[in-house]
């Protein structure tokens, strides 16, 4: 009993990460022009190879109605300051006005159905230095979302508090669907750790799908958000939104050094996760 618990466990540990995706922006640092092949979406792909999940092609996703996409958003790769006050190449994410409340600009991949059990994601990100003050009271921010098309989704915020204070929070729900009525599986959040305004922060995030599945996220190293449980229910995950510039306000936001792996990289044993 014991040796075949013992080979379970090393069976479901034992496996090596993949690599899917990186990029620090240095040598492919051009987009290609946006693309509308259907209102209300437009696509945008970088100029170098994308990111494949079960066989299918990440893009930008921007919602937007209006035939002026500028007037409402647009992804750029310039040079900014980095971490260490080098310059660097990095993906500069703009939200100039909302034309709807679900205006966003996700990097997204539709799985058409084809279960995604694991996910590791790695990179850079600087809000803008007032992003308080630019949320303003009771507000949020996307980091992430993966959904299926009838039963659940994983979503990861930054909100603000009735004083404008930022905090981390991540939950599972229903929001997949118009007129369902609300449902939130599970929540965790973090009042704690401060959201960085202004300055490069290196942001980890991990889920598993399962019965008895794992989300966490972590900020510069730190253990913010951790959630042990259920993460899937019926329904194939069908869209991974990678990370998204999605939020109540008009916001912008930069992002640099982008990892992108089939599971978390250690050494196979439990307790890296």
């Known amino acids: 009993m014991y040796i075949v618990c013992f080979l379970l466990i090393l069976m479901d540990y034992s496996y090596a990460a993949n690599l899917m995706f990186q990029t620090s922006f240095e040598e492919d640092n051009n987009l290609l022009a946006p693309d509308r092949k259907e209102s209300p979406i437009w696509w945008q792909d970088f100029n170098h190879t994308t990111i494949k999940v079960q066989g299918e092609k990440a893009l930008f996703q921007m919602i937007v109605k209006s035939s002026n996409l500028h007037k409402f958003m647009e992804n750029r790769i310039e040079i900014t300051e980095a971490r260490d006050g080098n310059k660097t190449h990095a ?13 966003q600009n996700a990097y997204i991949v539709d799985t058409e159905g084809k279960e995604q059990k694991r996910l590791y994601i790695r990179y850079s990100l600087r809000f803008p230095k007032n992003l308080s003050e630019l949320l303003g009271r009771d507000s949020w921010l996307v980091l992430s979302e993966y959904k299926t098309l009838t039963d659940y989704r994983l979503a990861f915020y930054v909100y603000s508090d009735e004083h404008k204070k930022l905090y981390w929070y991540v939950h599972g729900d229903n929001v997949v669907i118009d007129n369902t009525p609300y449902k939130e599986y599970w929540f965790r959040e973090n009042r704690k750790v401060p959201v960085p305004q202004g300055e490069w922060m290196e942001i980890e995030i991990f889920w598993e799908r399962g019965k008895h599945g794992r989300v966490w996220l972590n900020v510069d190293g730190e253990r913010v958000l951790n959630y042990e449980g259920r993460t899937k229910l019926l329904d194939p995950i069908r869209f991974i939104m990678f990370f998204t510039n999605y939020a109540k306000t008009p916001i912008d936001q930069w992002i640099d050094n982008i990892e992108i792996w089939d599971d978390y990289p250690c050494d196979g044993k439990k307790s890296c996760y």
Do not use: M, N, P, V
Not at 91 to 102: C, F, G, N, V, Y
């Open 91 to 103: 993906l500069h994410q703009i939200i100039k006005k909302k034309e709807e409340e679900w205006t």
